[in-house]
């Protein structure tokens, strides 16, 4: 029987696995708390090794899990701690690229497995792009297994040189849960009264105000459809080191877009959206297309990284970086009631065949059977 039982046989001990969380993204964090909710559950002793402030947000010892404090370093005192954290592992999986070139560190000497899950791809430029470039080079040739949440991820692996690379099941921690059922009119006219858009379309964009989410490009579309009758408001929830850029373009220009800044209401704005909008350079599992699909919201997104897979003919995909593509695409689907019944539809059948959180769990227990099972003597 497979030491990754729930009921293991007399005598033999439970798997002993630690996930190793940067403290990064928040898809990648809800992730850790779902698989280590899955795997404790499945008789797998788990400790996270991960900021104390992520624990405080995501509540892994809720889950059965243990948590040590590892901070979101490479200085010797987190690679120490994170070493002592490992000693007794079975096997060690770490989340995210600087989380997982901590991990080498602390394993070095060892032979404990290491398997790898990249969420997103680093983003950085000159000289710090090539050195993640080298990092990512040592992560994926010492990692046993490689998991990518996207295609174009795997086959990075694989071209860096990873022995093992696979598509990682990844389902959407949360996914079903929905606004509060009592009266969703209600909650969607009050969600639109609060934002300014009572009597006007409504376009939702949700992610950090960072350069990559394409937010400029959002701008100029929005430029765009300024004489549009009634006038679209784009509402973008988030924070993040653009917004007095955007804040003074939207004052500037008088666009039809509010930064509302962090929302823990995201299913309800999305559930009050006639649209959500999807902007980025690049995205793999992106959280926004996936809740998007879920709460029947049409989706424009760029046609970039994972996003046409995970989407599928449920989106309408525009280039990167063309705002007349994006501002185009919206005014037209704004127009036509009976496109935008057909993607909801579409959406429908293609978030059933997303992984779920019980999927996610078996693969990841899969490759853990593969790596601890005693090997035949030849």
């Not at 404990?112 to 983003?123: F, G, I, M, Q």
């Not at 994926?140 to 692996?157: I, K, Q």
């Not at 690379?165 to 969607?188: K, N, S």
């Not at 929302?263 to 926004?288: F, G, I, K, Q, Y």
Request: net charge neutral; charged share 25%; with cysteine.
């Amino acid at each position: 029987m497979s030491p990754l039982s729930s009921n293991a046989p007399h005598g033999q001990s439970p798997l002993r696995t630690v996930q190793v969380l940067g403290g990064g993204n928040a898809g990648s964090s809800a992730h850790v708390r779902s698989l280590a909710e899955g795997l404790v559950a499945r008789g797998v002793r788990v400790t996270v090794c991960a900021p104390v402030e992520a624990d405080r947000a995501y509540d892994f010892t809720g889950t059965g899990a243990a948590h040590v404090h590892v901070p979101r370093s490479s200085d010797p005192a987190s690679v120490a701690a994170l070493r002592a954290a490992c000693a007794d592992a079975d096997l060690v999986h770490a989340h995210g690229l600087h989380a997982s070139f901590r991990a080498v560190l602390a394993l070095g000497g060892r032979h404990t497995p290491l398997v790898v899950t990249w969420h997103n791809r680093a983003r950085a430029e000159g000289a710090r792009a090539h050195l993640l470039r080298l990092l990512e080079r040592r992560v994926v040739r010492t990692a046993a297994v490689v998991l990518g949440t996207s295609p174009d991820l795997v086959e990075r692996a694989r071209r860096t040189g990873a022995r093992d690379a696979r598509l990682a099941a990844v389902g959407l921690p949360g996914q079903r849960r929905t606004p509060d059922p009592e009266d969703p009119d209600r909650l969607r006219s009050k969600i639109r009264a609060e934002v300014g858009a009572t009597g006007r379309p409504l376009l939702i964009a949700v992610g950090s105000l960072d350069r990559h989410r394409g937010y400029e490009v959002l701008l100029d579309a929005a430029r765009a459809w300024r004489d549009l009758d009634p006038l679209p408001l784009v509402v973008v929830a988030g924070e993040g080191p653009l917004r007095p850029v955007l804040q003074r373009r939207i004052e500037d220009e008088a666009l039809p877009v509010r930064l509302v800044g962090h929302r823990d209401d995201v299913p309800e704005l999305l559930a009050a959206a006639d649209l959500a909008l999807l902007t980025s350079s690049w995205e793999s599992r992106s959280v926004l297309a996936q809740e998007a699909l879920y709460a029947r919201v049409p989706l424009v997104a760029t046609r970039v990284g994972g996003i046409p897979d995970l989407v599928g003919d449920a989106a309408e995909l525009v280039p990167y970086g063309d705002p007349q593509a994006l501002a185009d695409t919206v005014v037209a689907l704004l127009a036509d009631p009976g496109r935008r019944e057909l993607l909801r539809e579409r959406g429908v059948r293609q978030a059933a065949g997303w992984p779920t959180d019980d999927e996610t769990v078996a693969q990841v227990l899969s490759v853990y059977d593969e790596l601890t099972q005693p090997r035949p003597l030849a």
